[in-house]
């Protein structure tokens, strides 16, 4: 499914909704309640905007998948549905943010895992295990693999896959979306070598992250 219009797919129930009450509101000439529902509305369409990217393809750049701030780059070792040692970048995202992720390379949809989970606060480190998140495993044309893995947060309680097992990838081809604040993680090869730092913002589908070796 394409997903290339300015409006998120997902976004338009919510905003055909919100603004069938603000107009029911307005009929009945409630001033305030207009103005709230109103400002709900404009929330909604400005939360749930797709605005097109476009970056300097380098080669064995891996880009970012998703707006936002870089809150923890480590090296980690894990035992599960994603297996092996990693360089792990991890991206919070904020309400105000693009919500709509990226694929962080070019390559094809080897596996997807979905794990239901708990809604903690996105920007602790707990949220990364507990949460409810999908696993989004990218194998690139040399074999290798780069795990994209989005994560409900407190509001978050809405994860949107838009590709299946098999599917091929542009890099900064948009996958799928977080509704309402969460985080985004990036599992990279442990030899990647690291282009951003502590406390960085990121665009998704802009800003590199690192090089593969």
């Known amino acids: 499914m394409k997903q290339d219009s300015l409006i998120a797919s997902g976004g338009y129930p919510f905003i055909i909704?919100?603004?069938?009450?603000t107009v029911f509101i307005a009929f009945f000439g409630i001033g305030w309640l207009t103005i709230l529902f109103a400002f709900i509305t404009f929330?909604?369409?400005?939360?749930?905007?797709?605005?097109?990217?476009?970056f300097q393809e380098e080669e064995k750049a891996?880009?970012?998948?998703?707006?936002?701030?870089?809150?923890?780059?480590?090296?980690?070792?894990?035992n599960g549905t994603?297996?092996?040692k990693f360089k792990k970048i991890s991206i919070f995202m904020n309400v105000f943010n693009v919500h709509v992720n990226r694929a962080a390379y070019a390559g094809e949809i080897e596996a997807i895992h979905y794990h239901e989970g708990k809604f903690f606060s996105a920007n602790l480190d707990k949220a990364s295990l507990d949460n409810e998140r999908n696993e989004i495993k990218i194998r690139t044309e040399d074999g290798r693999f780069i795990w994209v893995v989005q994560i409900a947060g407190l509001i978050a309680r809405r994860i949107v896959c838009w590709v299946n097992i098999g599917n091929k990838v542009q890099k900064g081809e948009r996958i799928g979306m977080i509704r309402f604040g969460s985080r985004v993680e990036v599992f990279m090869p442990p030899d990647s070598r690291i282009s951003v730092k502590l406390k960085d913002k990121v665009k998704g589908g802009e800003t590199v992250l690192g090089y593969l070796s």
């Open 17 to 21: 909704l919100s603004l069938a009450t």
């Open 43 to 54: 929330f909604i369409i400005w939360f749930f905007r797709n605005p097109e990217r476009y």
């Open 62 to 78: 891996v880009i970012s998948p998703a707006d936002g701030s870089i809150i923890k780059i480590e090296d980690v070792e894990v």
């Open 82 to 84: 994603i297996s092996g």
